[in-house]
């Protein structure tokens, strides 16, 4: 059932779900014979996270990070701050950075200066989203999900105003919604 907020769905659940399941072989893959650190970006990324570490068949760790750039806009304020730390050092460790979508790059650059000063063995950037209509920062992502259109969109772990991350899909909020 669509919601009715929404202009349409962009990615179904079961869409979603083959896309997160390919991605998790092939990380899979990629990091066969050690164990990764996943670290999911708050809040957004959980939805995508969960499931996708569930597809992910070797040892792995996770950990968070809490960021912002956007407050209650539906644009980056282009200033990254941190609220929450990681929990643990990352020091030789194989990093894959978790994110639910990638914008204007602003938030990933700041955090991929950030975990490199902290000299992990390898980093890696994931994204269930691409929107590279709207990068200003370029940012080398290995593993892709999709690529979105420049649209507002929520679902999945993604919000506006902290509403509608329980979406089991990803749909383009009507801009009546948010004023755009």
Same mark, same amino acid.
Request: aromatic share 4%; with cysteine; net charge negative.
């Given at each position: 059932m669509e919601h009715a907020d929404l202009e349409r769905i962009v990615f179904d659940t079961s869409t979603l779900a083959d896309r997160v399941a390919q991605m998790g072989r092939q990380i899979a893959t990629d990091y066969h014979g050690r164990t990764p /650190? +996943? @670290?999911g970006v708050l809040k957004g990324s959980v939805v995508f996270m969960t499931d996708l570490v569930r597809q992910i068949d070797? &040892? *792995?760790e996770i950990d968070f990070m809490a960021v =912002? #750039?956007?407050g209650?806009?539906?644009? #980056? =304020?282009?200033? $990254?701050? %941190?609220?929450k730390d990681l929990d643990r050092s %990352?020091?030789?460790?194989?990093? @894959? +950075? @978790?994110?639910d979508i990638v914008d204007t790059g602003l938030t990933l650059h700041f955090l991929t200066k950030i975990l490199r000063a902290r000299k992990p063995a390898s980093?890696? *950037?994931? =994204? +269930? +989203?691409?929107?590279?209509?709207? &990068? $200003?920062?370029?940012?080398? /992502?290995?593993?892709?999900?999709f690529t979105c259109p420049n649209d507002f969109v929520v679902g999945y772990g993604l919000d506006y105003r902290g509403e509608y991350r329980n979406l089991p899909y990803i749909g383009m909020l009507s801009r009546h919604v948010y004023g755009g």
């Open positions: /650190l +996943l @670290i070797l &040892r *792995l =912002s #750039s956007y209650d806009s539906t644009r #980056s =304020s282009g200033e $990254v701050r %941190i609220h %990352i020091e030789d460790r194989h990093v @894959i +950075l @978790i994110e980093l890696a *950037l994931c =994204s +269930l +989203l691409d929107k590279p209509e709207a &990068r $200003v920062q370029t940012v080398d /992502l290995r593993y892709v999900g």
